[in-house]
């Protein structure tokens, strides 16, 4: 390669454009994080006065398809016919659980990112179990509190919507933050915003000293009604004529008599004291009336707050995770009768709810969100009816042989001091006082678990933090989900249509399958959002991004995902 010679006149230009070029990204910079609610740049005439973000806990986006023609006028249907829908959008890191998803959908980041890396993990030098939102500095207000309860964000690394948001209007929009699920509720809610949760105890929804020291009069009142007892004694029943249901899983393979999960419809909300109580409250999570509950207080929290109308002319933010399809589809599978008929029962309830918002605040005047945490593996019984190789897996023995194999090859007892799925921590310190080799004894780990009946891949501690995973997708999630402080040495991926459980009946999810990773994603809004199906592949870390677009407010921290602009008017 020849390299020209410049001249000084062309060294003037260059610096001249340059020192032009920094000047306007700086303006540009500082226009977009002071934030106007009623100036969005020329193509968009207004701010959202609400922005409102709907997650369901536990909903493949394969359900939202397989049952859309059932839907009535008003809940998915609408958003589906009124918004932008992406078919292919996916939680897209490699451990589908509760809290890792939550933490996505307004961070924006990956887990090795926002340190959020299960609902549960071990610290790596105590190997004492973390509960995702557990802080002990704050207790529940006028609730019973035990040491790993959800009551703060301590553990969420990186900053979301909410929180830059709040920055770019001087603390004063709004960000409120309900769900059955302390971790749904707190991982919406940010750093700054404020999360209610239902207590399982009491059948209260609550806050924590993290977020106040007194409630608000407008959730005093709600909770002096006791509206979680109005379901005392009702039956879940079918909603839809038995035809509708033909094209599920029969009740004998999702339900076996012999099961404990052998409860059918009718469903009867009781416990065996007679009378509202914990195990009644806790009862009510498997069914449509938490979801129910949820949409009732988020009302109240909208008019206690006046959100959507806030004096400072600035937008506010409400975010609502619906609990109870995950509990549903844990007991049942997504391909049961009961998952079906609490679909419908979801989308009868959203459209009561988005009716509501549209006379309180005007749909014109606010921006939905609506996506999920994870989707769901079928019940092994119906993989197998299905001809599928599908079966439930015991970590702790799994555990048990990798030792076993480990002291028969290296001659050391208990090189692998515990498990946390999908992560096995090894004893690199006795490994290393042995002579044995970090890299030696993770390798030795990787091929034993590789040909471990229903392990399809393993990745090591050296593998993660050097970069060397193959570049395939499954490889791209796992990376993603292993964060270099918090997680384990040696992590397994297990085969399709399994899932580590040793319940005999239900399901769970958890795995980089397109089964747990594909989640409805949806953005619904006239002033803002173009109608229609979109084939783009789209991520749940994209809402950040586009959200932030949109408010013209800085990204979240660790924000990595892209503006959806092909929706955007």
Same mark, same amino acid.
């Given at each position: ?21 920094? %000047? ?48 009535? +006028? ?6 589906? +016919? ?50 995702? %939102? +557990? ?56 750093? %700054? ?100 509950? *949820? ?9 206690? +707050? ?44 959203? !459209? ?80 290393? !006082?042995?002579?044995?080799?970090? %890299? ?61 459980? *040793? ?67």
């Amino acid at each position: 390669m020849i390299l020209k010679s410049i001249s000084p006149n062309r060294h003037s230009a260059l610096r001249r454009t340059l020192l032009a070029s920094l %000047t306007a990204i700086a303006l540009s910079s500082t226009v977009q994080t002071t934030f106007a609610a009623n100036e969005l740049g020329p193509s968009i005439t207004k701010a959202p006065k609400l922005v409102l973000v709907l997650v369901v806990d536990g909903l493949p986006n394969e359900q939202v398809q397989r049952y859309r023609h059932q839907f009535g +006028e008003g809940g998915f249907k609408r958003l589906l +016919e009124q918004g932008a829908w992406f078919g292919n959008a996916h939680q897209a890191h490699g451990v589908t659980v509760t809290a890792v998803g939550h933490a996505a959908v307004l961070s924006g980041a990956y887990p090795y990112q926002h340190g959020i890396i299960g609902n549960n993990w071990l610290d790596p030098q105590t190997l004492t179990s973390i509960y995702c %939102t +557990e802080d002990t500095q704050h207790t529940y207000l006028n609730e019973d509190t035990k040491a790993s309860d959800g009551t703060s964000p301590a553990n969420l690394r990186v900053s979301t919507v909410g929180d830059e948001l709040r920055y770019a209007t001087g603390n004063q929009s709004k960000v409120i933050t309900v769900s059955g699920k302390d971790r749904g509720a707190i991982l919406l809610a940010g750093k %700054t915003g404020t999360a209610y949760m239902l207590m399982k105890k009491s059948g209260n929804f609550a806050s924590s000293t993290y977020y106040m020291q007194n409630y608000p009069e407008w959730r005093q009142k709600f909770v002096a009604g006791k509206p979680q007892d109005q379901f005392y004694g009702k039956q879940w029943m079918t909603l839809l004529p038995d035809a509708a249901y033909q094209g599920d899983a029969s009740d004998d393979i999702v339900a076996p008599a012999d099961t404990s999960s052998s409860k059918r419809f009718p469903y009867t909300y009781d416990s065996k004291s007679g009378k509202p109580d914990a195990e009644y409250y806790e009862k009510l999570f498997t069914g449509p009336y938490v979801d129910e509950l *949820t949409l009732d207080f988020a009302r109240a929290a909208i008019d206690g +707050e006046k959100l959507g109308h806030n004096p400072a002319d600035v937008t506010d933010i409400l975010g609502v995770s619906l609990s109870s399809h995950d509990y549903v589809n844990h007991t049942w599978g997504p391909e049961s009768k009961m998952s079906h008929d609490h679909l419908q029962r979801l989308d009868r309830l959203l !459209a009561k709810f988005l009716n509501d918002v549209d006379k309180k605040v005007g749909l014109d005047n606010t921006l939905v969100v609506l996506t999920a945490d994870h989707g769901f593996a079928n019940v092994p019984e119906f993989s197998q009816s299905m001809k599928r190789d599908a079966y439930r897996l015991d970590g702790s023995k799994m555990l048990l042989a990798l030792n076993q194999h480990l002291q028969e090859k290296f001659g050391v007892e208990k090189l692998v001091r515990k498990w946390s799925a999908p992560h096995f921590f090894l004893n690199y310190t006795v490994a290393e !006082a042995k002579g044995i080799t970090r %890299t030696d004894l993770e390798n030795a780990a990787a091929r034993f678990l590789l040909s471990y009946k229903g392990v399809a891949n393993t990745f090591t501690r050296s593998q993660f933090e050097n970069g060397m995973v193959p570049n395939d997708r499954i490889s791209r999630l796992m990376q993603r989900g292993w964060n270099k402080q918090l997680s384990g040495d040696v992590s397994v991926v297990i085969k399709p249509f399994w899932y580590f459980g *040793t319940t005999p009946a239900g399901t769970s999810h958890g795995s980089p399958y397109a089964y747990d990773t594909n989640v409805p994603l949806i953005f619904m809004g006239k002033p803002w959002i173009k109608a229609g199906a979109y084939s783009q592949y789209a991520e749940v870390v994209d809402i950040a991004s586009t959200l932030s677009h949109l408010l013209r407010i800085r990204m979240p921290s660790g924000a990595e995902g892209r503006v959806l602009s092909e929706t955007l008017k």
